[in-house]
């Protein structure tokens, strides 16, 4: 175990290199140098006078805002003698299972790659690059042939993968007492029980105040609704990162909640951020890449037909084009159980030396993804910020709803939570339809690996992220797959199909989800 004294220091350590290399720390140091030509910077008392003069400017926050976000991101540091491969994923036959995995994904694409004789990249002509310049606010209305391209994978292939999962430790010794979960999970991962959950999730208790309530014993709506509003207020002119966090726990009024979310994954949308993302663009006009038609085709497949999302057609493709080149995102790996692909150069297979990470962010798209992105094109209409906030909320929260992992808000312990919140809460509904063939994670698990994007009403799922950001964590989803199963269940115990149950649970679209979560979490008998 790392005692707690060393492992503040690896932190402070990490944070400071971190920031060491940011636009920030440059930033700070030219206007410390500023500061020495002020008139109240005396040279007896220069450290605390810049101190004093950060403060007073507004840098000294947006500091502290800076290393909030980075404790956010990166998990707690390890025993500094455990392998670099314990960051990423602590136990060996998840990493393995991973692995096992991105080849399977990696071999769909090649065969596809080979299949139709399309290389992974290439230049684009001059006469297509002005073509595609000319139309970047306007991809929609092509129509490319895509009826030869697949999808690499679907969330129920992914399923299958989950199911097979086991802790080789458990399968030669005498049966665990685990063994007594009757879901397709079959991993032995610690999850919370309702009293976890409800001290975790406490401000979304009966008694307390939440947008996304119509009607409240204690305090009128509207009465809390412009209550709430001034308080948010404040907390946008304050610049505080943790505070907005912990503000959102309780709803984001809609007319502030593009700048809550923005201010706390720490996204300012700074000239230098404009240009980056102009960088990015230029990049997808130069070059094809096999991903594009990976991306056109989940874009046709999912939001074009969704009757909230498909007027933000355009939006997705610039956003997703320019994130399949953005190599910024391959800092993410460091934590995450997946590995970026490679691909090599043509004629140098197999030579380090040649070999680059295909895509250049290192994350092939499956279908749904871009479902991840079109809900944030209702809060954010510049396209460099709205691409800011979809990274951020990609590196923090979604690539763990993909990824093979024994992290709380992986998607294993995800389906792990709910289905032992079904069999212990709503243990006749559980067994019941286990029994007619239709495991409840059959259902449930699409809406999780998407984050109920599609599913929800959007005002209804902006209020689920609202929590998301919240709380720093994804279980939440989990908890209202869970309340979805009860809010339906006396239906559900007539089906007798798996076919009967989809249709019961097949529009989600009319649910509220904080009294969902209020009835399941704090009026569940436990």
């Known amino acids: 175990m790392l005692d707690p004294d060393r492992g503040l220091s690896l932190t402070i350590a990490r944070v400071v290199q971190r920031l060491q290399g940011s636009s920030l720390h440059s930033q700070l140091e030219r206007q410390a140098r500023v500061s020495l030509h002020k008139p109240e910077i005396k040279l007896e008392s220069l450290k605390e006078d810049i101190k004093d003069f950060l403060k007073t400017s507004g840098w000294e926050k947006k500091l502290q805002n800076a290393v909030y976000s980075e404790l956010n991101v990166f998990p707690s540091p390890c025993h500094p003698a455990a392998p670099p491969e314990h960051i990423k994923e602590p136990l060996a036959y998840m990493r393995k299972a991973q692995g096992s995995?991105?080849?399977?994904?990696?071999?769909?694409?090649?065969?596809?790659?080979?299949?139709?004789?399309?290389?992974?990249?290439?230049?684009?002509?001059?006469?297509?690059?002005?073509?595609?310049?000319?139309?970047?606010?306007?991809?929609?209305?092509?129509?490319?042939?895509?009826?030869?391209?697949?999808?690499?994978?679907?969330?129920?292939?992914?399923?299958?993968?989950?199911?097979?999962?086991?802790?080789?430790?458990?399968?030669?010794?005498?049966?665990?007492?685990?063994?007594?979960?009757?879901?397709?999970?079959?991993?032995?991962?610690?999850?919370?029980?309702?009293?976890?959950?409800?001290?975790?999730?406490?401000?979304?208790?009966?008694?307390?105040?939440?947008?996304?309530i119509d009607d409240s014993a204690q305090v009128p709506p509207e009465f809390f609704e412009n209550e709430?509003?001034?308080?948010?207020?404040?907390?946008?002119?304050?610049?505080?990162?943790?505070?907005?966090?912990?503000?959102?726990?309780?709803?984001?009024?809609?007319?502030?909640?593009?700048?809550?979310?923005?201010?706390?994954?720490?996204?300012?949308?700074?000239?230098?951020?404009?240009?980056?993302?102009?960088q990015l663009k230029s990049n997808v006009i130069q070059h094809n890449l096999l991903v594009d038609s990976l991306i056109y085709k989940d874009v046709k497949l999912t939001a074009s037909n969704d009757d909230y999302?498909?007027?933000?057609?355009?939006?997705?493709?610039?956003?997703?084009?320019?994130?399949?080149?953005?190599?910024?995102?391959?800092?993410?790996?460091?934590?995450?159980?997946?590995?970026?692909?490679?691909?090599?150069?043509?004629?140098?297979?197999?030579?380090?030396?040649?070999?680059?990470?295909?895509?250049?962010?290192?994350?092939?798209?499956?279908?749904?993804?871009?479902?991840?992105?079109?809900?944030?094109?209702?809060?954010?209409?510049?396209?460099?910020?709205?691409?800011?906030?979809?990274?951020?909320?990609?590196?923090?929260?979604?690539?763990?709803?993909?990824?093979?992992?024994?992290?709380p808000s992986g998607i294993v312990s995800l389906c792990l939570l709910f289905e032992t919140l079904l069999q212990t809460h709503l243990p006749q509904l559980f067994y019941h339809l286990r029994e007619i063939g239709a495991q409840p994670l059959r259902i449930s698990f699409k809406w999780m690996v998407r984050a109920f994007s599609g599913y929800l009403a959007t005002d209804q799922l902006l209020l689920l992220w609202d929590r998301i950001l919240g709380y720093n964590s994804l279980e939440i989803l989990a908890v209202l797959a869970a309340a979805v199963f009860a809010f339906r269940a006396v239906n559900l115990m007539e089906v007798t199909s798996l076919a009967a149950a989809e249709a019961v649970l097949a529009d989600l679209s009319t649910l509220k989800v904080m009294p969902l979560l209020q009835i399941f979490l704090f009026a569940t008998v436990t």
Not at 126 to 145: F, H, I, R, S
Not at 317 to 340: G, I, K, M, W
Not at 350 to 376: K, Q, T
Request: hydrophobic share 35%; aromatic share 14%.
């Open 101 to 212: 995995w991105e080849k399977r994904i990696l071999k769909s694409l090649n065969s596809m790659c080979t299949e139709l004789n399309i290389p992974l990249a290439q230049k684009r002509p001059a006469n297509e690059q002005k073509e595609l310049l000319n139309k970047w606010n306007e991809m929609g209305t092509d129509e490319p042939d895509l009826s030869l391209f697949r999808p690499v994978y679907a969330p129920k292939d992914f399923l299958e993968v989950l199911m097979n999962l086991r802790n080789p430790n458990y399968e030669n010794g005498e049966q665990p007492s685990f063994r007594n979960h009757l879901g397709l999970i079959q991993v032995p991962l610690k999850v919370k029980d309702i009293p976890e959950l409800k001290e975790n999730f406490s401000e979304l208790g009966l008694n307390i105040g939440q947008l996304g």
């Open 309 to 407: 999302y498909f007027v933000f057609e355009d939006y997705l493709y610039q956003v997703l084009l320019c994130f399949s080149r953005d190599t910024s995102v391959l800092e993410h790996f460091t934590y995450s159980s997946a590995n970026p692909p490679k691909s090599y150069i043509q004629g140098k297979l197999g030579m380090e030396e040649y070999a680059v990470f295909y895509p250049p962010n290192g994350v092939i798209p499956f279908h749904g993804f871009s479902m991840y992105v079109a809900p944030l094109c209702f809060l954010y209409h510049e396209p460099s910020k709205l691409y800011q906030i979809f990274r951020e909320m990609y590196v923090r929260f979604f690539f763990r709803l993909h990824s093979i992992s024994s992290h």
């Open 228 to 278: 709430h509003v001034c308080v948010g207020q404040k907390v946008l002119a304050e610049q505080d990162s943790a505070a907005a966090q912990q503000y959102v726990r309780q709803g984001c009024p809609t007319a502030l909640r593009a700048d809550l979310w923005a201010l706390i994954l720490n996204i300012s949308n700074q000239p230098e951020d404009i240009l980056y993302y102009e």
